[in-house]
T-cell receptor, first 111, second 112 residues
Framework: DAGITQSPRYKITETGRQVTLMCHQT?????MFWYRQDLGHGLRLIYY???????DKGEVPDGYVVSRSKTENFPLTLESATRSQTSVYFC??????????FGEGSRLTVL | DQQVKQNSPSLSVQEGRISILNCDYT??????FLWYKKYPAEGPTFLIS?????DKNEDGRFTVFLNKSAKHLSLHIVPSQPGDSAVYFC???????????FGTGTRLKVLA
């Protein structure tokens, strides 16, 4: 089925470990985004991408790395996880204009 | 620096009455605004949008109003239904950037 999928849905890791959250969309949307949702902060933009090989920082990019070698994939990597990165992460995609389509989220716990 | 603000963390409304959710923004370059609804354990889903060339947009029970001079938008839900109970986020971006900035959300509870 067409859509946007995130994996894993749940992940527990330890401080200092590298973690990669995957995002895959089947619509061939140009734009893709990573947000984190935290109580009191709402949804904050981490990184976004306008097309393959084009990425840009959002509001809270520190501690995260992204890549976009293919239009349909936009992985988010925490190179050395910290407890402050415990959050729910949402991937989203968008055609050139208009609304964002969100995945179901990945809940990450850093111990 | 919060560019999009939702100052009411929560709101309770009786079924059948009007729900009004508010959102303020500080960046005058924003020219497109959206509202999203989020249920627990799900991703946000699009509700309604408005561009800065309009001051009102309607879709069924949902109406969004934009007051550019006050940098304020609001979402009206009439009549409110228990299924509308969710967290509502407003978002904004500047055309050409597609850097969508979201507010902190308002939890709406519609009481039966």
């Amino acid at each position: 089925d067409a859509g946007i999928t995130q994996s894993p849905r749940y992940k527990i890791t330890e401080t200092g470990r590298q973690v990669t959250l995957m995002c895959h969309q089947t619509w061939s949307h140009s734009y893709m985004f990573w947000y984190r949702q935290d109580l009191g902060h709402g949804l904050r933009l981490i990184y976004y991408s306008a097309a393959a090989d084009i990425t840009d920082k959002g509001e809270v990019p520190d501690g995260y790395v992204v890549s976009r070698s293919k239009t349909e994939n936009f992985p988010l990597t925490l190179e050395s996880a910290t407890r402050s990165q415990t959050s729910v992460y949402f991937c989203a995609s968008s055609p050139v204009t208009g609304e964002l389509f969100f995945g179901e989220g990945s809940r990450l716990t850093v111990l | 620096d919060q560019q999009v603000k939702q100052n009411s963390p929560s709101l309770s409304v009786q079924e059948g009455r009007i729900s009004i959710l508010n959102c303020d923004y500080t960046n005058s370059m924003f020219d497109y605004f959206l509202w999203y609804k989020k249920y627990p354990a799900e991703g946000p889903t699009f509700l309604i949008s408005i561009s800065s060339i309009k001051d009102k947009n309607e879709d069924g029970r949902f109406t969004v109003f934009l007051n550019k001079s006050a940098k304020h938008l609001s979402l009206h839900i009439v009549p409110s239904q228990p299924g509308d109970s969710a967290v509502y986020f407003c978002a904004a971006y500047t055309s050409g950037t597609y850097k969508y900035i979201f507010g902190t959300g308002t939890r709406l509870k519609v009481l039966a």
